[in-house]
C-alpha cells in the first residue's frame, strides 16, 4: 500500500486529473 501511495502521490503533480479518474475507478471497484 506504501508503495501504492507514493505512486499516487507522485502521479498528483505529473497528471492529477488521471489520478482522480484512476482513484474514482478504483472506489467504484
Known amino acids: 500500500m506504501k508503495e501504492l ?5 507522485n502521479g498528483i ?3 492529477p486529473e488521471f489520478i482522480l479518474i ?3 475507478f478504483l ?3
Open 5 to 9: 501511495h507514493l505512486l499516487l502521490f
Open 13 to 15: 503533480s505529473i497528471f
Open 22 to 24: 484512476f482513484g474514482l
Open 27 to 29: 472506489l467504484l471497484m
